[in-house]
């Protein structure tokens, strides 16, 4: 059996999945129960009268020229947050498995697991320490239930990057035990590469790629998982069966078109110039405490009153999200435009 097979759930990997109903678009479809005619208003390529491929080829094609991995390794989800949950159902055994998480993190790792009744063992990135990942305190916490230990690199809330050298020292030793998903939904923001470069040679690496912020999709629900082709094909197990709705395939397929690419590689770079005038003008502010550095689209701050800030933020028209339950007195300001940017300047000044 394979270390794949071994590490997944037994009834998975034993699990007779359903089979989609064929696609070969010269023939006529009485194969689906679909009906022959658009609705009204369907103008859409395909026509949304009929199923959707479920892993669009020329989708995946796109997404794994995009992301630098071979097309086998990708599989296209309902966002990261589809990627999640199907890692946990997929290798989690209820009242048996455990995940890992480093909060404070994104608190999905966290839900998803409960959700599936697996155990959360969380080794906390310390403030003291920068948000650092410690792989020593991660290593000794480690238990053999432990299946997934998620990572987020730059880490949300918080806006660091994670180092490298830690995120791989930890893959290395859990290597065929473990595997090691790293959420790279902030990358594209980052002055670093993803690491996609590492998946070949690791193959306990998983990595969950989004369309939805750098690419402005947030609203179409496309993310990438990427891992080894044998874990791939066992989360297609239990996806759903016809996951990504056309018009989500269709508006992904425009993001990945050069002239799309080139422009949201020009806002990445507006939004990265306004996150820098942000770090420097935010603690010149009166009663901010701390900016934290970042390498997302996103700030962490530290206020001597973060209820106030809060208000004067609504008063002026702008939702920041509160942060306090992970890091204290602390408010997580997304990075907007210019104009946005500036409204929340003017109140808090
Ligand atoms: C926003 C976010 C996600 C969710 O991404 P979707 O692709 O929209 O589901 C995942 N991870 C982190 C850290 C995020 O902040």
Redesign the pocket.
């Given at each position: 059996m394979s270390w794949v097979a071994q590490l997944a759930r037994p009834d998975i990997v034993a699990l007779e999945s359903y089979t989609c109903p064929v696609r070969e678009p010269g023939l006529t479809r009485l194969h689906a129960n679909e009906l022959p005619w658009r609705s009204l208003g369907d103008d859409s390529p395909a026509g949304l009268n009929c199923y959707p491929e479920p892993q669009p080829a020329e989708l995946i094609a796109g997404l794994a020229q995009l992301y630098n991995v071979d097309a086998t390794s990708v599989l296209a989800t309902r966002?990261?947050?589809?990627g999640i949950d199907l890692l946990v159902r997929g290798f989690c055994r209820a009242g048996m498995d455990a995940v890992m998480a480093c909060p404070p993190a994104?608190v999905?790792y966290t839900i998803a697991a409960r959700i599936q009744g697996a155990e959360v063992l969380n080794v906390p990135l310390r403030a003291e320490n920068a948000f650092a990942l410690d792989p020593e305190a991660l290593l000794a916490r480690w238990t053999a239930a432990v299946k997934l230990v998620f990572l987020?690199s730059p880490n949300?809330p918080t806006g660091n990057l994670l180092s490298e050298a830690a995120i791989l020292a930890v893959a290395d030793a859990l290597a065929g035990r473990s595997l090691v998903v790293v959420?790279e939904?902030?990358i594209d923001f980052a002055d670093r590469e993803s690491l996609a470069h590492s998946l070949a040679l690791r193959p306990q690496l998983v990595l969950?790629r989004?369309?939805?912020?750098a690419h402005a999709l947030?609203g179409a629900?496309?993310?990438s998982l990427l891992a080894h082709p044998e874990v791939v094909a066992l989360l297609r197990k239990i996806i759903a069966p016809f996951p990504l709705p056309q018009p989500t395939t269709d508006a992904a397929l425009r993001a990945l078109q050069p002239a799309q690419l080139a422009a949201t590689r020009a806002a990445i770079r507006r939004v990265c110039s306004e996150r820098t005038r942000l770090l420097e003008v935010l603690p010149a502010l009166p009663r901010v405490k701390r900016v934290w550095p970042s390498d997302a689209n996103f700030i962490l701050t530290e206020f001597a009153d973060a209820e106030q800030a809060l208000t004067r933020a609504r008063a002026a028209g702008v939702l920041v999200r509160d942060a306090r339950a992970y890091v204290p007195d602390a408010l997580r300001i997304t990075v907007g435009s210019e104009g946005e940017n500036d409204r929340l300047l003017e109140a808090w000044s």
């Open positions: 966002g990261i947050d589809e994104f999905m987020c949300s959420d939904a902030y969950l989004t369309l939805s912020k947030a629900r496309c993310g």
